[in-house]
Antibody, heavy 115, light 108 residues
């Protein structure tokens, strides 16, 4: 059964770049698509973007100018970069397998943006 | 862009049936997925493709679709079903993924 684990810096200052990695075990990256979703404290889910099995990406238009999602099949990792963060980017960040229907999720990692 | 609208909160008596709805124009073109999120946990897919259950999801969970509305029905609701439920779909004009605002289900 596939397992996903997110990790990265948990505390950032405004204007810094958020960098998260999702390590995938028990499954092949190259035959699936992958998504990132975030959830601000006490709020609902927000789709960040997705990358399909051919490497094509699709991003939330509200974040598109700042976000990059990539896959490193040699390391079995999916990465998320979000530049120029502000307090509004404070959230739990999840990686998930699939696009649209998200069949497996990581446990999530809290990223706090504060000066 | 499209939106998905859910009732913020719904309650149901233990053992009874509850329907949680999700409305949006994108649902005329795309099926909804449904996710259960218990406090402090990651979401879990409970329905996909409108009415399909992933392996391991109890058969008391079912999904249906009509025009611009998707529904998640829980038959014989259990105490452990108390959670937030989110629908998602794809915006038919932009191809972006959208989530509903979530429904908090209380089991009385």
């Amino acid at each position: 059964q596939v397992q996903l684990q997110e990790w990265g810096a948990g505390l950032l200052k405004p204007s810094e770049t958020l960098s998260l990695t999702c390590v995938v075990s028990g499954g092949s990256l190259s035959t699936h698509s992958w998504s990132w979703i975030r959830q601000p404290p006490g709020k609902g889910l927000e789709w960040i973007g997705e990358i399909n099995h051919t490497g094509n990406t699709n991003y939330n238009p509200s974040l598109k100018s700042r976000v990059t999602i990539s896959v490193d099949t040699s390391k079995n990792q999916v990465s998320l970069k979000l530049t120029s963060v502000t307090a509004a980017d404070t959230a739990v960040y999840y990686c998930a397998r699939g696009i649209g229907d998200l069949s497996s999720w990581g446990q999530g990692t809290l990223v706090t943006v504060s000066s | 862009s499209s939106e998905l609208t859910q009732d913020p909160a719904v309650s149901v008596a233990l053992g009874q049936t509850v329907r949680i709805t999700c409305q949006g124009d994108s649902l005329r073109s795309y099926y909804a997925g449904w996710y259960q999120q218990r406090p402090g946990q990651a979401p879990v897919l409970v329905i996909y493709g409108g009415n399909r259950r992933p392996s391991g999801i109890p058969d008391r969970f079912s999904g249906s679709n009509s025009r611009n509305t998707a529904s998640l029905t829980i038959t014989g609701t259990q105490a452990e079903d108390e959670a937030d439920y989110y629908c998602n779909s794809r915006d038919s004009s932009s191809n972006h993924v959208i989530f509903g605002g979530g429904t908090n289900l209380t089991v009385l």
